[in-house]
């Protein structure tokens, strides 16, 4: 029982903590979340808005996650390392009790989350670096 606690817990948590967040990028931008969710659908299908309200709002949207993504590009490198010292720490406390089934794997796990943390933020920005670009080259065709 105790378990089913802890998950609703975390999971309130977690929809709090996205929904502060979307609520803090709809502001940015200014749209509400729900278009704001359509807008990120958009991005992600390489979908160029055709009416200029609604890429002006994408215009500020793709800024905002760009901007983001670059702040947080400034502890990435702090955090991989992190990442790569818990996974020698592991190995290493495996390799002194003799049993590296456990710690390899927990290593090799580490590994594959950070190499995914890495591809998916490389996708995030390859998406939104090409609806700005998209952005601007529908800005210049149209009068």
Same mark, same amino acid.
């Given at each position: *029982?105790?378990?089913?606690? #802890?998950?609703?817990? +975390?999971?309130?948590?977690?929809?709090?903590?996205? !929904? @502060?967040?979307?609520?803090?990028?709809?502001?940015?931008?200014?749209?509400?979340?729900?278009?704001?969710a359509d807008l990120e659908r958009k991005i992600r299908d390489r979908e160029v808005p055709s009416d200029p309200a609604e890429r002006a709002i994408m215009r500020r949207l793709v800024a905002e996650h760009l901007r983001? *993504?670059?702040?947080?590009? #400034?502890?990435?490198? +702090?955090?991989?390392?992190?990442?790569?010292?818990? !996974? @020698?720490?592991?190995?290493?406390?495996g390799a002194a009790t003799g049993s590296l089934s456990l710690p390899m794997f927990c290593a090799v796990l580490l590994i594959g989350i950070a190499w995914w943390t890495l591809w998916t933020r490389r996708r995030s920005m390859d998406r939104c670096r090409h609806m700005q670009s998209?952005?601007?080259?529908q800005d210049e065709r149209v009068p």
């Open positions: *029982m105790s378990w089913v606690l #802890r998950s609703a817990l +975390y999971t309130g948590i977690g929809v709090a903590f996205t !929904a @502060v967040q979307r609520r803090r990028i709809g502001r940015a931008t200014g749209t509400d979340s729900r278009r704001l983001r *993504m670059d702040r947080a590009g #400034r502890w990435l490198p +702090y955090w991989l390392g992190l990442m790569t010292l818990i !996974a @020698v720490g592991v190995l290493v406390l998209a952005l601007r080259e």
